[in-house]
């Protein structure tokens, strides 16, 4: 079992930043970053595995960054240029084996409960 603990959520003006932080309980094979809008399913927003490699969505791709301190288990989703489109739940998730489709949160086996982030025009 990985406990998942979001924090560092806020509303910002568009244009501001964010800095999104996850505690985990333990190191697994593979951690996110995932949204949801109430009456949308939820998307994945940024990935890394335990080799450090990334993957971003499209919306974010060069204004969102994912990165990890593999001594303290915490997860970071720096946030810049933020958009009123990026309004959401963001949540984090973790799973030991990345069975299919990385931003697929199906599969993944845990979850916090997640951050809101609020971005007004």
């Known amino acids: 079992q990985v406990q998942l603990v979001e924090s560092g959520g806020g509303s910002v003006q568009a244009g501001g930043s964010l800095r999104l932080s996850c505690v985990a309980s333990r190191r697994t094979y593979c951690m996110g970053w995932f949204r949801q809008v109430p009456g949308k399913k939820r998307e994945g927003v940024a990935i890394i595995d335990s080799e450090g490699t990334t993957s971003y969505a499209d919306s974010v791709k060069g204004r969102f960054t994912i990165s990890n301190d593999n001594t303290k288990n915490i997860l970071y989703l720096q946030s810049d240029s933020l958009k009123p489109e990026d309004t959401a739940m963001y949540y984090c998730?973790?799973?030991?084996?990345?069975?299919?489709?990385?931003?697929?949160?199906?599969?993944?086996?845990?979850w916090g409960q997640g951050t809101q982030v609020t971005v007004s025009s």
């Open positions: 998730a973790a799973t030991g084996i990345l069975r299919g489709e990385q931003f697929e949160p199906s599969n993944y086996d845990y």
